[in-house]
């Protein structure tokens, strides 16, 4: 079955730099994957979703790539600030069909320090 | 995308007790789901609520512990039944097929945390 693996490692850097944050998968590749923001006992909060024929998607300060070679997704911040600091989640279709459900990474606690 | 509610934002439960939890979406959606996150770890699917039928679980969820109803295509709940300790954890309603943007996109509640003495 499909794995997700994303650093358990916390993530520290300094505001005004770019974070970085990975996310691997172990199987087939999906359809789509999505990328989350989750504050400390609160609902996840959509931030992306990027389709496997695209490479590259951006909102504002975010970035994701996908690499369906690579099986990996990487997600940017740029100017990065400290209210960034979150766990990031990324998520994956379990399946190809549409109605699959999604599987969760563990998540990337990024911290910015100011 | 969808504006989800919760109902109750929290609640602190004795053993034994059953607790229904409520969702609430803006506008009807295709597929409701029940998450749940044990302190420190990442989200794991109970159920999908089906409308006008019984909810498909996930592997190691059963109905007699977690009975979900859905009667409409913006409204469900979630009961944890005969409550103990290990049933700690924040409750999450998730949609997919929110009326407007990608069929494809999920959005969650803002979570029920639920802690049990």
């Known amino acids: 079955s499909q794995k997700i693996e994303q650093n358990s490692e916390a993530l520290n850097i300094q505001e005004g730099k770019t974070a970085t944050l990975t996310c691997n998968y172990t199987n087939y590749s999906p359809a789509y994957l999505q990328w989350y923001r989750q504050d400390p006992g609160r609902g996840p909060v959509f931030l992306l979703l990027?389709?496997?024929?695209?490479k590259e998607k951006r909102k504002e300060r975010l970035k994701v790539t996908f690499d369906t070679t690579l099986k990996q997704s990487l997600f940017h911040i740029t100017a990065s600030q400290p209210a960034d600091s979150a766990t990031y989640l990324c998520a994956l279709p379990q399946g190809r069909g549409a109605t699959n459900k999604l599987i969760f990474g563990t998540g990337t606690l990024l911290a910015v320090q100011p | 995308s969808a504006v989800i509610s919760q109902k109750p934002s929290r609640d602190i439960c004795q053993r034994g007790t059953s607790l229904t939890i409520q969702c609430q979406v803006d506008?009807?959606?295709?597929?409701m789901f029940w998450y749940r996150q044990q302190p420190g770890q990442s989200l794991t699917l109970i159920a999908t609520?089906?409308?006008?039928?019984?909810?498909?679980?996930e592997s190691g969820f059963v109905i007699d512990k977690f009975p979900i109803s859905r009667p409409n295509l913006t409204f469900s709940t979630l009961t944890v039944s005969n409550m103990s300790p290990e049933d700690s954890s924040i409750y999450l309603c998730?949609?997919?097929?929110?009326?407007?943007?990608?069929?494809?996109?999920?959005?969650f509640g803002p979570g029920t945390r639920l802690t049990v003495l």
């Open positions: 609520a089906n409308q006008g039928s019984e909810a498909t679980y």
């Open positions: 506008s009807q959606v295709t597929m």
């Open positions: 990027i389709r496997e024929n695209e």
């Open positions: 998730s949609v997919r097929g929110a009326t407007s943007g990608s069929t494809d996109t999920q959005y």
